[in-house]
């Protein structure tokens, strides 16, 4: 069965730290790992990440995929209180069509 | 705005009773997926339409149905309601049936069952 696993399950940072959401996944035919960010209703896409596209990057959020060690991490520079949010990675193997979700990381940063 | 819209925003109902919620996909997109989203749970995946097919099936339980209907919206059918099927329902749609495509989430249905 398809499994994705995140840590830190939460984390309380300062207003301009930098912080490093971690991923780890295990699916059956890995074709794409996507990251969510859920404040405080839908989950809005950021990134996803394919074996042709294994790093993502939009202003202050950056994304790395690693297939050797079936992990993706999270980068958020410069962090804003606007960035407190859960963080979900999802992945998607070969065949399947549904999103299979990590538990997600709670982010809380304070000003 | 991701361009998917659900209704109800909220639902409150009775153990027993049947609900049904509604989503329309953004404009062009073929594939419908419905999650469900419970604090001790996470968000599950409980089905996937494709253009008015069902596509593929996780942990939805027997008493839940769903269908796409020509002009794309789907409705998710819940019925003989009980408390744990309190929770958040999400639909998300993506362009094609394909895994190469992101999905994008509507905004929910809360649905309480007292």
């Known amino acids: 069965e398809d499994k994705v696993v995140q840590s830190p399950l939460s984390l309380v940072v300062h207003e301009g730290d930098t912080v490093t959401l971690n991923c780890s996944y295990e699916v059956t035919n890995f074709r794409s790992l996507l990251w969510y960010k859920q404040e405080k209703k839908a989950p809005t896409f950021l990134f996803m990440l394919?074996?042709?596209?294994i790093e993502k990057k939009s202003g202050r959020l950056s994304s790395i995929l690693d297939k050797k060690e079936l992990s993706s991490i999270l980068n958020i520079t410069a962090t804003q209180t606007g960035d407190s949010a859960i963080y979900l990675c999802?992945?998607?193997?070969?065949?399947?069509?549904?999103?299979?979700f990590g538990q997600g990381t709670r982010l809380t940063i304070n000003p | 705005d991701s361009g998917v819209t659900q209704t109800p925003k909220h639902l409150i109902t009775a153990t027993g009773q049947r609900v049904t919620l509604r989503c329309s996909p953004r404009s062009g997109d073929l594939s419908v997926y419905w999650y469900q989203q419970s604090l001790d749970q996470g968000l599950q995946f409980l089905i996937q339409y494709y253009n008015g097919e069902e596509r593929a099936k996780g942990n939805i339980l027997e008493r839940f149905s769903a269908q796409q209907f020509p002009d794309l919206h789907s409705e998710l059918n819940l019925s003989s309601l009980e408390l744990g099927d309190s929770a958040l329902y999400f639909c998300?749609?993506?362009?094609?049936?394909?895994?190469?495509?992101?999905?994008?989430f509507g905004p929910g249905t809360r649905l309480t069952v007292t």
């Open positions: 394919t074996s042709s596209g």
């Open positions: 998300a749609s993506s362009g094609a049936s394909g895994p190469s495509y992101e999905q994008y």
């Open positions: 999802a992945v998607r193997d070969q065949g399947a069509q549904k999103l299979v």
